[in-house]
């Protein structure tokens, strides 16, 4: 064979291989630029442009640059930028759960004080004034429904945390006093995810408050639990401020 053959030869392995490896690059470059627009939706869902805005615009901002750099046919760089799209957009969602997390338990905790307060007010009014008057004492259902105060619970979670305990404390003190009354567990969800879920979540929520009344020394037999999930919202709309208020556990009165 002829050398200038042999150089056709050579010239159009080089052209193939070429291609091929430039295919290859395109595909993994793609793959990393789905995998980096999905993570920035994930943090978006977790509210990360609320909670954590400075990192969403670096993720995005890397995002835009990694389909810039792909539509220009630059596919390690696109690449590169996609990667560290993906990792911002991470770090955007897990910064924007953390501080979700702490303004609901600071919200939480505020509701909780407010409870403890009108729970001492109640039961201060209640023993108070109509004690001296027989006929005028309600009867302990009644007294249970005034004195007895929902806990609330952070996003996604079964935990009582201090300020939950401490409204738990106060009902305890009372039930302890009234060892007649039978109580109901109620436990509620807000309405993120599904019906299902939502139930076993409402069920580990009342099931968290039980065990801690049964340690604290109330009777097993004067409560049981059930889960409503999601189907009774104390408020109906489709906001934080609404969602952390149906988070809870709530103590109906056996009859």
């Known amino acids: 064979m002829s050398r200038k053959r042999w150089g056709w030869v050579l010239l159009i392995g080089i052209l193939y291989f070429g291609m091929m490896g430039a295919g290859?690059?395109?595909?993994k470059a793609k793959d990393q630029i789905g995998r980096a627009e999905a993570a920035v939706e994930e943090a978006k869902q977790a509210q990360a442009p609320e909670y954590a805005p400075d990192e969403y615009k670096?993720?995005?901002?890397?995002?835009?640059?990694?389909?810039?750099?792909?539509?220009?046919?630059?596919?390690?760089?696109?690449?590169?930028?996609?990667?560290?799209?993906?990792a911002q957009a991470r770090d955007a969602r897990d910064k924007a759960l953390a501080a979700r997390r702490q303004a609901e338990e600071e919200a939480a905790r505020r509701r909780a004080e407010?409870?403890?307060?009108?729970?001492?007010?109640?039961?201060?009014?209640?023993?108070?004034?109509?004690?001296?008057?027989?006929?005028?004492?309600?009867?302990?259902?009644?007294?249970?429904?005034?004195?007895?105060?929902?806990?609330h619970f952070a996003f996604d979670s079964s935990e009582l945390n201090e300020n939950a305990r401490g409204v738990l404390d106060l009902n305890i003190e009372w039930l302890k006093q009234h060892p007649n009354v039978k109580i109901e567990i109620e436990g509620h969800t807000d309405e993120q995810g599904t019906?299902?879920?939502?139930?076993?979540?409402?069920?580990?929520?009342?099931?968290?408050?039980?065990?801690?009344?049964?340690?604290?020394?109330?009777?097993?037999?004067?409560?049981?639990t059930i889960s409503y999930g999601e189907s009774m919202p104390l408020n109906p709309a489709s906001t934080e401020e609404a969602w952390s208020v149906n988070r809870r556990a709530h103590f109906a009165v056996m009859q």
């Not at 109640?122 to 806990?151: C, I, K, M, W």
């Not at 979540?201 to 049981?224: C, F, N, Q, S």
Request: glycine share 4%.
């Open 114 to 151: 407010e409870e403890r307060r009108l729970a001492r007010t109640n039961t201060s009014a209640l023993f108070g004034d109509t004690l001296n008057d027989y006929q005028n004492v309600p009867s302990e259902e009644e007294l249970a429904r005034q004195v007895l105060h929902d806990v």
């Open 24 to 27: 290859s690059c395109g595909k």
């Open 58 to 86: 670096s993720a995005e901002e890397s995002l835009d640059s990694a389909r810039q750099q792909f539509d220009n046919r630059r596919y390690k760089k696109a690449e590169e930028d996609a990667t560290t799209a993906e």
């Open 195 to 224: 019906e299902e879920y939502n139930l076993a979540l409402g069920a580990r929520r009342a099931k968290a408050v039980y065990d801690y009344l049964v340690a604290a020394g109330i009777a097993p037999g004067r409560m049981r």
